[in-house]
């Protein structure tokens, strides 16, 4: 078992990565002072249902918990007001007061959701996450909750610290392979902007990864959390530093945004999205390899790697600007300098930008 502490003061906490620990769910819940008098809901999907709630449920019940399961339906669609809504009412039927914690047992999309209602029901109660996604590496953990609205990605949100994360390596062997993919694409963005041998280890790793070596998933899991923490640590609001994270999510976001959320996985739309910022930062200065490297890494985690025909600029440039960090009639771009670094620039022109989605699309039509 490996650990890792996100240090936030009085809100710091676990993430705790292992091979079968949903199976001693209640002895974590216990040991981190949840009590049993109130009931817990847990909030999954349709996929991840079927496979390990079960699992979650009878530890859960072993220990003394009483803990009521709400199942949304697979996919980003379920990170809407419409779904808080209705999950605010299943909290209420289930009898959810102040003292209740709401547990996110699946990905990403789980994560945002169970976070974002566990940060809004009655002002905000506490809440235990369960990634069961390679992705959600990256969404346990830091406190960003929130759902999407039709114009734009993570629009309404918080942030709102789990109790712990509770990384359970077995249930990963049930994703799909466009699903291990797409999360590897935010395990290789944690290596390009702070750690060049990490890069490296994760292309010479990158088909024991596909198929789920569980050696070496724990590692990169391991070590793609290390740098969110660390990043969190220092910035839990992203007043500057944390903004690094963001690579690849300005073009990504609004490639998610155009595409109704329904065609590109986020770890999709981020591969496109950080071979867009590499080419950015060859125009900015940073040697070649930035953009080749970024390429060739991604593409070898089986990530789409340049911008399908049938995207439009036009509306992909009006999406962007709807991105959080576009302020003060400023666009905040994250920029590779080097493989394992990227400056913060708030200089880079929109046209700049606009020519290297014009670029990314290219590359598809070229092939
Ligand atoms: N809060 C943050 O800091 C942060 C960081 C990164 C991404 N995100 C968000 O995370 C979301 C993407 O996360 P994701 O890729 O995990 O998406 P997801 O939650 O939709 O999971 C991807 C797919 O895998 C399925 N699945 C999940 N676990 C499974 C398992 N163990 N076995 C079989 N199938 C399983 C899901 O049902 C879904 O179909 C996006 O909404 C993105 O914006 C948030
Ligand atoms: O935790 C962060 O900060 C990140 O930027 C991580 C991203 O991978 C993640 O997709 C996040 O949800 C994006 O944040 P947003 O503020 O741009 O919505
Ligand atoms: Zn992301």
């Given at each position: 078992?490996?650990?890792?502490?996100?240090?936030?003061?009085?809100?710091?906490?676990?993430?705790?990565?292992?091979?079968?620990?949903?199976?001693?769910a209640a002895?974590?819940f216990q040991?981190?002072?949840i009590g049993k008098?109130?009931p817990l809901?847990?909030?999954?999907?349709?996929?991840?249902?079927?496979?390990?709630?079960?699992?979650?449920e009878?530890s859960l019940r072993n220990g003394g918990y009483r803990a009521?399961?709400?199942?949304?339906?697979?996919?980003?669609?379920?990170?809407?007001?419409?779904?808080?809504?209705?999950?605010?009412?299943?909290?209420?039927?289930?009898?959810?007061?102040?003292?209740?914690v709401?547990?996110?047992?699946?990905?990403?999309?789980?994560?945002?959701?169970?976070?974002?209602?566990?940060?809004?029901?009655?002002?905000?109660?506490?809440?235990?996450?369960?990634?069961?996604?390679?992705?959600?590496?990256?969404?346990?953990?830091?406190?960003?909750?929130?759902?999407?609205?039709?114009?734009?990605?993570?629009?309404?949100?918080?942030?709102?610290?789990?109790?712990?994360?509770?990384?359970?390596?077995?249930?990963?062997?049930?994703?799909?392979?466009?699903?291990?993919?797409?999360?590897?694409?935010?395990?290789?963005?944690?290596?390009?902007?702070?750690?060049?041998?990490?890069?490296?280890?994760?292309?010479?790793?990158?088909?024991?990864?596909?198929?789920?070596?569980?050696?070496?998933?724990?590692?990169?899991?391991?070590?793609?959390?290390?740098?969110?923490?660390?990043?969190?640590?220092?910035?839990?609001?992203?007043?500057?530093?944390?903004?690094?994270?963001?690579?690849?999510?300005?073009?990504?976001?609004?490639?998610?945004?155009?595409?109704?959320?329904?065609?590109?996985?986020?770890?999709?739309?981020?591969?496109?999205?950080?071979?867009?910022?590499?080419?950015?930062?060859?125009?900015?200065?940073?040697?070649?390899?930035?953009?080749?490297?970024?390429?060739?890494?991604?593409?070898?985690?089986?990530?789409?790697?340049?911008?399908?025909?049938?995207?439009?600029?036009?509306?992909?440039?009006?999406?962007?600007?709807?991105?959080?960090?576009?302020?003060?009639?400023?666009?905040?771009?994250?920029?590779?300098?080097?493989?394992?670094?990227?400056?913060?620039?708030?200089?880079?022109?929109?046209?700049?930008?606009?020519?290297?989605?014009?670029?990314?699309?290219?590359?598809?039509?070229?092939?």
């Amino acid at each position: 078992m490996r650990e890792l502490n996100v240090d936030l003061g009085e809100r710091s906490y676990p993430i705790y990565i292992g091979e079968g620990l949903i199976n001693e769910a209640a002895s974590y819940f216990q040991k981190h002072g949840i009590g049993k008098k109130s009931p817990l809901l847990i909030i999954t999907d349709s996929n991840v249902a079927p496979r390990h709630l079960p699992q979650l449920e009878e530890s859960l019940r072993n220990g003394g918990y009483r803990a009521v399961s709400a199942v949304v339906p697979a996919g980003e669609s379920s990170k809407s007001l419409a779904m808080l809504g209705d999950l605010v009412g299943e909290a209420l039927d289930a009898g959810l007061d102040r003292k209740s914690v709401i547990v996110a047992l699946g990905g990403g999309v789980v994560g945002d959701l169970a976070g974002f209602v566990a940060a809004s029901y009655m002002r905000g109660i506490k809440f235990v996450q369960i990634p069961t996604t390679i992705l959600a590496h990256d969404s346990s953990v830091g406190g960003k909750v929130a759902v999407n609205h039709p114009k734009a990605k993570n629009i309404i949100g918080a942030f709102h610290q789990p109790e712990f994360v509770l990384y359970d390596l077995g249930t990963l062997q049930t994703l799909p392979p466009r699903d291990v993919s797409s999360g590897l694409a935010e395990v290789v963005k944690h290596g390009l902007i702070r750690d060049a041998a990490f890069v490296d280890w994760c292309e010479q790793n990158a088909d024991k990864l596909r198929a789920l070596d569980a050696d070496s998933l724990g590692y990169a899991l391991y070590k793609g959390c290390g740098v969110k923490a660390s990043v969190v640590s220092q910035d839990e609001k992203e007043l500057g530093l944390r903004a690094i994270l963001n690579l690849g999510h300005t073009i990504g976001h609004a490639l998610e945004a155009v595409a109704g959320y329904n065609e590109l996985q986020h770890g999709e739309a981020i591969s496109i999205g950080m071979v867009g910022a590499a080419r950015l930062g060859v125009r900015c200065g940073a040697p070649q390899d930035v953009y080749t490297t970024t390429k060739r890494v991604l593409a070898k985690c089986g990530l789409p790697v340049s911008l399908p025909k049938h995207y439009d600029v036009d509306a992909i440039m009006a999406a962007m600007m709807h991105d959080k960090k576009f302020s003060e009639g400023t666009m905040v771009f994250i920029v590779p300098t080097a493989i394992g670094s990227v400056e913060i620039r708030s200089d880079v022109s929109v046209e700049w930008v606009r020519e290297i989605v014009e670029e990314l699309k290219l590359e598809a039509e070229q092939k």
